[in-house]
């Protein structure tokens, strides 16, 4: 049972090294597909015919719409913090690009948003209603700045857009940058009113978050819509919103993110609506296309909303919501209530160690502390188990003539009972105790593989990033010898033919781990030092002695039973 009990826990974690190559990343959705919206979709994010932007009136346009208040021409604005560069464009005041600068991406700071979008595709930012003609005009026109530059540093500061016209379209846009001193949220202020009535907007978060940012294969995770509508948080693909692609009630945030970085509105206050949208961007050379996601936000007037673009980072996420809902974004799984307090344990220690590698190897070892007790049952349990199998095996083969169906197989499990009674055994002692530590190892497993805090930490020698594979899979075969040598070292109850089946479990984890983030693989490589470790003490501490086969009573009644009689030993 123990046998059994060990090989789940195996197959238990084999399926979730290989859930992403069983399901692969969704395919992106054709060019001449993404621009059609599914029903009842949102505000479209293809931008009018004629994106041209105008500032003053031109030979034959109609006088009554000319520019009052709008930027001469077309430019980019900078905003410099210390986390984050910001570049915007007047041309509908939308936002070009956001870099992260503790962030790199080949030694330059990480850009979230997708370069090179089509001109057809509507910009970050940009602003819309449920009018076609006033949309065009929001979209395309220059707006006038309220600076050419900022540079603010760790201080908030705010940057303003406007636009006016002789019709009485009247635009404002107002970005605050690091509100409360959070760097990486972004507050919106807009209202769009025309002859001194208010309209309804439509804010596009435009393509969404650039994808590539995590590296690809098996550990890979899309670009996916995340939302916390009501109670639930959901990380969504694009298929999985074909039957509900808008949420209007309860709206706690909304979004998009891959593996390690985020894009949401908290709509806070604001009666917002948010509705998804799957897009397609062409990729450059002779690449696939890119498959992204834009998400729009509908309120009834003039609104106020926050945006967090940045890191899933715990700490980072926690101080931006009070409400500590939009750490949820991060995908720690089932085992979330375990994660969280493992990934504080894991911060806590890397403040003394300052080395991540070394961090999960300290960890390691202060839980398999705990779990030790847990472990020397398991341990001692299978070999006592191991030491009966001569008398269980007799008493089965002396069972083995009768059908599962017949009633003298219950007696079969009467005097095995009777046996592990009389030797003092618990059937079931091996297998509580490792089922009790299988959450734990789960919620490492977890926790490992959404942590941001190992993207780009080093450890020693050629691993230089602990989010990534080992380059060299040099620790993926050094962690499959090791489940090797524990496989070989634990007590054995199962036939030769299962065995040598036993003996296939660290080729397949081997395999599996080849790509996986090295900072998983020394987690899991370190695991089975320990339990090799704990094994050799076990064996040294524990004296189990092993039963002379055809001593026991058991093989004797067996021996009986083919000769025709008892036989004395």
């Avoid at 003609?133 to 006038?144: F, G």
């Avoid at 540079?151 to 500061?157: C, F, H, I, R, V």
């Avoid at 960890?363 to 188990?385: C, D, E, G």
């Avoid at 003490?537 to 093989?555: D, E, H, L, Q, W």
Wanted: hydrophobic share 45%.
């Amino acid at each position: 049972m123990e046998k059994r009990v060990f090989l789940a826990i195996l197959l238990s974690f084999v399926v979730l090294a290989v859930y992403q190559a069983v399901f692969p990343t969704a395919r992106p959705v054709p060019a001449e597909q993404s621009a059609q919206a599914p029903a009842g979709a949102a505000v479209s994010t293809q931008v009018p015919a004629d994106p041209v932007p105008t500032a003053a009136p031109v030979a034959g346009a109609d006088p009554a719409s000319a520019p009052l208040v709008a930027d001469a021409a077309a430019r980019d604005i900078v905003v410099e913090t210390d986390a984050v560069r910001a570049v915007f464009s007047t041309a509908g005041a939308t936002l070009k690009s956001w870099q992260l600068k503790g962030y790199l991406d080949n030694g330059e700071p990480l850009g979230l948003l997708p370069a090179n979008v089509p001109a057809d595709l509507t910009r970050t930012f940009t602003v819309a209603t449920d009018d076609a003609a006033l949309s065009r005009t929001l979209a395309t026109a220059l707006y006038r700045p309220s600076a050419d530059q900022l540079d603010l540093g760790s201080a908030p500061g705010q940057l303003t857009f406007q636009y006016r016209d002789a019709s009485g379209l009247n635009v404002r846009k107002t970005f605050h940058f690091q509100p409360e001193g959070k760097p990486y949220l972004l507050r919106l202020e807009a209202a769009v009113d025309q002859d001194g009535v208010s309209r309804p907007v439509t804010v596009s978060s435009g393509p969404g978050i650039a994808e590539g940012l995590a590296e690809g294969g098996f550990y890979h995770v899309p670009v996916r819509a995340v939302h916390h509508v009501g109670s639930d948080v959901k990380h969504q693909r694009a298929a999985d919103l074909a039957d509900q692609s808008r949420f209007d009630r309860d709206v706690q945030f909304a979004g998009v993110d891959d593996q390690y970085f985020l894009f949401a509105v908290l709509p806070g206050s604001e009666r917002a609506s948010v509705e998804y949208q799957a897009l397609s961007l062409p990729a450059s050379g002779e690449g696939e296309a890119r498959a992204l996601m834009a998400f729009d936000v509908s309120v009834p007037g003039p609104f106020a909303l926050s945006y967090y673009i940045g890191p899933k980072e715990f700490d980072t996420l926690r101080a931006v919501d009070d409400r500590l809902q939009l750490v949820r974004a991060i995908d720690f799984g089932f085992f979330s209530p375990i994660v969280v307090p493992l990934l504080i344990a894991l911060k806590w220690v890397h403040g003394f160690v300052g080395n991540w590698g070394w961090s999960i190897i300290l960890l390691t070892l202060l839980i398999n502390a705990l779990i030790f007790p847990l472990r020397h049952r398991s341990m001692v349990s299978m070999k006592k188990m191991q030491a009966l199998q001569p008398e269980v095996k007799a008493i089965q083969e002396r069972y083995a003539k009768y059908k599962l169906t017949d009633p003298e197989r219950q007696k079969m499990n009467q005097e095995m009972m009777a046996l592990y009674k009389q030797k003092g055994v618990n059937p079931v002692a091996g297998c509580v105790p490792m089922l009790l530590t299988l959450p734990v190892l789960y919620a490492f497993y977890s926790m490992l593989s959404a942590a941001i805090e190992l993207r780009g930490a080093p450890f020693v020698g050629w691993i230089v990033d602990l989010s990534r594979h080992d380059p060299l899979y040099i620790t993926p075969v050094l962690m499959g010898l090791s489940m090797l040598w524990q496989q070989r070292m634990m007590p054995s109850t199962a036939d030769p033919i299962q065995q040598k089946v036993f003996l296939l479990m660290p080729i397949i984890f081997t395999v599996s781990f080849l790509w996986a983030p090295s900072g998983l693989v020394l987690y899991w490589f370190t695991s089975n030092l320990l339990a090799i470790g704990q094994q050799y003490f076990t064996n040294r501490v524990t004296a189990v002695p092993a039963p002379v086969p055809g001593r026991s009573a058991a093989a004797r009644r067996v021996r009986a039973g083919r000769t025709g009689g008892p036989k004395s030993s």
